[in-house]
């Protein structure tokens, strides 16, 4: 069957074919269509296996990781940054092994689209020594998650799959072929020695039989992975060897420019068998490394071969791969000519346009409420979701990590006692890691205002559901349940009710001597169930505006255009939700628009 | 055949549909595609640009100079990636008077902004309008009238109706 395919629906179907019948993840971009389209298809297809959605990263590994030692097929999904949350069960569970197969699916994100880093999860493999599979495209998704369920469970080692922005948000018609999905069941069997992590004898034995399974592993990387590549070779004078989506990219500027030269693909970067290949790239005059997105493939066969990449300065070293870096390596390298990429853009190109909270989005309405009481004077940490769009209406002064804005605020409130200190966080970021931190801060008597946006709901990512909505978990019986008894406001689109509500949260901050909490229950302008416009359009009378840009600076609907000195309202953008109306201009210019 | 189309918007527009529609004319053609989409943060409101390439190629993004058809849905987006475009292609985008004249490409514009505000299309297929514009003045796209129509109701039957209507509206501008 042949389908027009997401890369992460790609996978799903991988998964499937590859007989998984456990999946747990917690959303990021890139990753999250991955258990969106497992859980759809499980339940269209009517099939023996689960699904979920974990409150963080590590409980999604954890969660997945057990069903593999009872001898279920698994898979956890996750972005790269939380893989870092999932490190911990991450490096034991390389060492303790698993009885079905078990992949980990970290995405990657070359480019900083949707990340505060470029990290390279391969290396964590390395670093975890576990194998790494690398896929190039969709199609080669769906097949290395397979593959990667096989190896995992041949070799009892956990798999990880890399699966960069491209693959994971590429689109390509991809061939699924027929699949029997047989789930199976589960069955613990009591192995102190084997699953209990304790030190030191027996963990002495897991480490060497890992160290040997790499060695194996390296071999089958050999056997089954680059030698059937290598009847296709030519013998060219300089070879080029890709991973992951370099691979696609190199061989489009091999056919572009009609190069004759020689191209070995890598689907796994660790462990990669050095030694069987020392005698293959030695052949060679020069090797061009192209993958994304540290030199792990260039570091581990520099030593064997003339290679020539990141670590030699000829390739592109950060951001991801296109035609015109390729083009640059092999131009460097001696092998093109010219960069043929290369076209005319515009010479008065508009401003940017930055990413921003969505006409019509509460945050937006919150923000502006908290920084009319709270002032310039204060610190505002915050974290990671829509609400990070703070930054436009400078409410916003930290982003770290998830959770780290009630982490980082507590910090602040013992280091800089002069000024107040208001943390803004998500729904679900706060159940991800933001209750840690509060509880920490509870017990040490930090004092700060951690406000928790309650849209119900993990919008950036594309409206997955959180605890709340699926289990009734109560935000602010876990805030009172910690210590505290929260704040609540129920959102209604008006300024004025915002700005009253923190008056009075102010108010309660400066008696108190530990954090205050405060729930704004709002809604994701997308979700269907809640969302509640009151559809008042709004205009600007050119009369009464000044153009002093007060509403652009502390408010900046995206609707809000400057034309001839003047704010207006672009039709096309405003959604009317009415609150630019509610007392945001001082000169009140904002009319409503009748339509 | 070989044919690349960058599509450009503001988050929100729907570029992701028509990324969709296209792979799955190309699919049922039996033509291969690759090509990729902005999700996530970037897509908030800002720029966002996709990808199409139709045919036999590898990767999924479009080396500057070398895309056949810009389809815009904004018109501030349209300016920022001629550069992807390969000499005299083609230019679709949603724009008023005010935007330039760009001599050296076969440029087609349509206030649909201005249609949508005034409810003459729903904003909501202001996307699938621009197809139809597309489909209208550009003589080698790849997929036809028909082939477009039946993608739109595959992929989507509960708004079908309304996106070919929007559809023929493009065609009859
Ligand atoms: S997606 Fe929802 S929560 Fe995020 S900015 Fe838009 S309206 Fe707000
Ligand atoms: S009513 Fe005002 S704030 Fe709301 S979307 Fe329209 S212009 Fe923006």
């Known amino acids: 069957m042949k389908r027009a395919l997401l890369g992460n629906e790609a996978i799903a179907y991988g998964l499937l074919i590859a007989n998984v019948d456990v999946m747990a993840a917690y959303p990021g971009t890139p990753s999250s269509e991955i258990l969106e389209t497992y859980q759809k298809l499980i339940k269209k297809l009517n099939l023996p296996a689960v699904a979920e959605w974990s409150t963080n990263e590590k409980v999604a590994f954890e969660t997945a990781y057990a069903a593999a030692v009872t001898g279920k097929r698994a898979a956890c999904g996750m972005k790269m940054v939380g893989l870092n949350v999932a490190s911990d069960p991450l490096m034991s569970s390389a060492y303790i092994g698993n009885k079905g197969g078990f992949l980990v699916i970290s995405a990657d994100d070359p480019g900083f689209y949707s990340s505060q880093t470029e990290q390279d999860s391969r290396y964590f493999a390395k670093f975890a020594r576990i194998p790494a599979l690398d896929p190039t495209d969709p199609q080669d998704g769906l097949k290395l998650a397979i593959l990667g369920i096989e190896i995992s469970e041949k070799f009892e080692i956990p798999v990880l799959l890399r699966p960069v922005l491209r693959v994971c948000h590429g689109r390509q018609i991809v061939d699924i072929t027929d699949f029997e999905f047989k789930g199976r069941k589960g069955n613990f069997e009591r192995n102190i020695e084997r699953w209990a992590a304790v030190p030191r004898v027996p963990r002495l034995k897991q480490g060497i039989s890992l160290l040997a399974k790499l060695k194996e592993i390296e071999k089958f990387n050999y056997k089954s992975l680059i030698e059937p590549q290598l009847k296709k070779l030519k013998n060219t004078e300089n070879l080029i060897i890709a991973s992951g989506t370099s691979y696609g990219f190199a061989l489009e500027a091999i056919e572009d420019n009609h190069l004759d030269i020689d191209i070995i693909k890598i689907d796994m970067p660790t462990p990669l068998p050095v030694n069987l290949l020392k005698k293959l790239l030695g052949r060679y005059k020069q090797v061009i490394v192209f993958e994304e997105t540290y030199p792990l493939i260039e570091e581990q066969i520099a030593p064997v071969a003339n290679v020539r990449g990141k670590l030699t300065g000829d390739v592109f070293n950060i951001d991801e791969v296109t035609h015109e870096r390729i083009a640059e390596g092999l131009k460097n390298a001696g092998i093109l000519k010219k960069n043929i990429y290369t ?238 109306l509610s007392g945001v201009c001082p000169f009140n210019a904002f009319v409503e628009d009748k339509r | 055949m070989k044919y690349q189309i960058v599509l450009t918007g503001v988050g929100g527009q729907g570029t992701i549909f028509l990324v969709k529609l296209l792979a799955r004319c190309a699919l049922n053609k039996g033509i291969p595609f690759i090509g990729t989409e902005t999700h996530g943060m970037a897509q908030k409101g800002g720029t966002v640009i996709s990808y199409l390439k139709i045919g036999s190629f590898h990767a999924p993004l479009i080396g500057k100079g070398q895309a056949d058809l810009l389809i815009g849905l904004y018109p501030t987006e349209t300016l920022r990636f001629l550069d992807y475009l390969k000499e005299s292609a083609s230019i679709v985008t949603n724009s008023d008077d005010s935007f330039p004249n760009l001599k050296n490409f076969n440029l087609i514009k349509v206030d649909a902004s201005k249609k949508a505000v005034k409810g003459e299309i729903n904003p909501k297929s202001l996307n699938v309008f621009i197809l139809g514009v597309t489909l209208k003045y550009v003589k080698n796209f790849p997929f036809s009238v028909e082939e477009i129509e039946k993608g739109i109701e595959e992929l989507n039957p509960k708004f079908a109706k309304a996106n070919i209507e929007a559809l023929h509206k493009g065609l009859n501008s």
């Open chain 1, 343 to 580: 076209g005319k853009g515009f010479d008065d190109i508009p401003a940017p346009r930055k990413p921003t909270l969505c006409p019509g989005c509460p945050h937006r309405t919150v923000f502006y409420g908290m920084k009319k009481v709270f002032g310039n004077n204060a610190i505002y940490p915050s974290d990671i979701g829509c609400y990070t769009l703070g930054l436009n209406q400078k409410a916003v002064d930290t982003i770290l990590c998830m959770g780290a804005s009630a982490g980082l605020a507590g910090g602040f409130s013992i280091s800089d006692k002069s000024k107040p200190i208001i943390a803004t966080i998500g729904d679900s970021t706060f159940l991800h890691s933001g209750i840690h931190p509060l509880i920490n801060s509870i017990a040490n008597k930090h004092k700060y205002i951690l406000i928790i946006l309650d849209n119900n709901t993990v919008a950036m990512t594309g409206l997955q559901p959180t605890p709340e909505r699926t289990g009734g978990v109560s935000i602010e019986k876990v805030v009172e349940g910690c210590g505290v008894k929260p704040f609540v406001l129920e959102y209604d689109g008006k300024v004025e009710t915002t700005v009253d509500f923190f008056n009075k949260v102010k108010e309660a901050y400066k008696n108190s001597d530990a954090p205050v909490v405060a729930v704004v229950k709002e809604f994701c302008t997308f979700d269907k169930e809640n969302v509640k416009l009151p559809g008042k359009f709004a205009s600007v009378d050119p009369q009464k505006c000044t153009g002093c840009g007060y509403c652009m600076d502390t408010f900046g609907c995206p609707a809000f255009e400057w034309k001839d000195g003047k704010v207006t309202v672009n039709k096309y953008f405003c959604v009317g939700c009415g609150v630019c």
